[in-house]
């Protein structure tokens, strides 16, 4: 039973670029939820995408946008990227028809932005 | 505005030694409160969780103390061990329709079990 899986591990941007993370959902989960973790700090809520939609949405600017996949996949972008945008971001799937709560996370993707 | 407020950020527990780590919340709507285990270069993890109903659940070494009316919740591990050296997250949650909702993690607590 495959996890929830995130490419890229490492990636390094310079300030005004765009970058595009993505994450497959642990097998048989249909919700992905995008976390952001600074050096530190606990995880801050994205977004989180269902049924190809934006469910929830965190305090984050519209420079971070999502999209999900069909096949429940999904992927973050974030454009004119900040140096502030350097962190952890997280990858989290879930199960909302059964009305569980468990999120899963993934081993995240590493953002420096020099 | 945190809504999760999580101490201490670091302890020190000698092995076989018990640890614990608090949360308190302000958001009563909050109803579902899990905690996360985290090791450097890893995605947090699930130790385990509880819901308002109850006050108390264990799972193994581990066990959730929830005191709803003082909006406080804790963790303690048991008989700690090397192993057990990770950090800590506690979280919240409000229900939406369905389950896995946006979580609102505290700040994050530093174990660290020595010999």
């Known amino acids: 039973d495959a996890g929830v899986t995130q490419s890229p591990t490492h990636l390094i941007k310079t300030r005004g670029q765009q970058v595009t993370l993505r994450c497959s959902p642990k097998s048989g989960h249909d919700t992905v939820s995008w976390y952001q973790q600074a050096l530190g700090q606990g995880p801050q809520f994205i977004f989180q995408?269902?049924?190809?939609?934006?469910?929830q949405r965190g305090n984050f600017p519209d420079r971070f946008s999502g999209h999900q996949f069909p096949n429940y996949s999904s992927e973050l972008n974030v454009n004119a990227l900040l140096l502030g945008d350097s962190a952890l971001y997280l990858c989290a799937s879930s199960l909302v028809g059964t009305k569980k709560e468990t999120q899963y996370f993934g081993p995240g993707t590493r953002l420096l932005v020099l | 505005q945190q809504q999760v407020k999580q101490s201490p950020q670091s302890l020190i527990v000698q092995k076989g030694g018990i640890s614990i780590i608090n949360c308190a919340y302000e958001?009563?709507?909050?109803?579902?409160f899990p905690w996360y285990q985290q090791f450097p270069g890893k995605g947090p993890a699930l130790l385990i969780a509880?819901?308002?109903?109850?006050s108390e659940k264990k799972e193994g070494r581990f066990t959730i103390s929830f005191n709803k009316s003082a909006k406080q919740f804790s963790l303690h591990i048991m008989d700690s061990q090397p192993g057990d050296s990770a950090t800590y997250f506690c979280?919240?949650?409000?229900?939406?329709?369905?389950?896995?909702?946006?979580?609102?993690f505290g700040t994050g607590t530093q174990l660290k079990v020595e010999l």
């Open positions: 509880i819901r308002p109903d109850v």
């Open positions: 979280a919240a949650s409000k229900g939406l329709t369905g389950g896995g909702n946006k979580l609102t």
């Open positions: 995408y269902y049924e190809e939609e934006e469910r």
């Open positions: 958001n009563t709507a909050f109803d579902y």
